[in-house]
């Protein structure tokens, strides 16, 4: 009896061991610069890379990461394909039905996004107008509630970059977009230029949530806990602002 009791502890532990240094397969989506994007040389960086990795390091397990487009990355965490999304994905009551969520890790808002000389006076106003935004995404969400709804044509695309492009190519007018991910992106880049962000900072819950958190699939309590508290740990030792500071000039943890 105390042999099998002995094996049966030594088990545990080699369990324990072997979950705590797995790895932990983490889906990005590399389009969405200054948050999740490429090296020249292909590697995944970013805000949110440099977030999960402080979060592995905190849980002792191993960050893999998984490209994934953004509208099949809810398909693909419920198949199964990685464990959890850590690439700027808003906690909303739509996803909350498919996804749980940890606590968030930033939340910032997002703007209209029109040429410099458009006079903006809130979403009608964009009536007649061709706005590409990211499919799936909260932006895209704003857009079909408040900017289709008062004759603006909404183009949803599979990737942020996509809709840069087609802007800087005259095919669409504008966008909607997180202040920070347009601003140091295609704001700041030739093409970009005659470009600015128009009307109010927009934290509208029923569209944006309350924040960006890590997604992962309901039923794991365990990994959901351990993650919030790897959250708060890397915000009350330093390691969270180090990243912070690395990207932006003022605390995106938000409101």
């Known amino acids: 009896m105390k042999k099998l009791l002995l094996v049966a502890a030594m088990t545990a532990l080699s369990m324990g061991a072997f979950a705590e240094g797995k790895d932990l397969k983490v889906a990005i989506d590399a389009t969405y610069e200054p948050f999740t994007y490429k090296t020249p040389d292909g590697k995944p960086t970013g805000f949110d890379v440099d977030i999960a990795n402080a979060i ?28 959890v999304i850590i690439s700027s994905m808003s906690i909303t009551a739509e996803r909350l039905k498919q996804v749980d969520f940890t606590d968030k890790y930033y939340n910032t808002p997002s703007r209209v996004v029109l040429k410099k000389d458009f006079k903006y006076t809130g979403p009608a106003s964009t009536k007649g107008l061709k706005i590409g935004v990211l499919k799936a995404s909260t932006q895209e969400k704003y857009a079909l509630g408040e900017l289709k709804t008062k004759g603006a044509e909404v183009v949803s695309y599979d990737a942020q970059d996509q809709v840069y492009l087609d802007i800087k190519a005259g095919r669409l007018d504008g966008t909607v977009a997180d202040i920070l991910e347009v601003g140091g992106g295609f704001l700041g880049k030739p093409g970009g230029e005659a470009y600015e962000l128009k009307g109010d900072e927009l934290y509208i819950p029923k569209y944006f949530g309350t924040g960006a958190g890590v997604a992962l699939r309901k039923g794991q309590g365990p990994l959901k806990a351990q993650i919030s508290a790897a959250i ?21 943890y938000g409101k």
């Open 232 to 252: 708060k740990a890397i915000r009350a030792n330093g390691v969270y602002k180090t990243i912070n500071d690395k990207y932006f000039k003022f605390d995106v």
């Open 56 to 83: 592995c390091t905190q849980i002792k397990r191993t960050c893999v990461f998984v490209e994934q487009p953004w509208d099949g990355m809810i398909p693909g965490l419920l198949a199964k394909k990685y464990d």
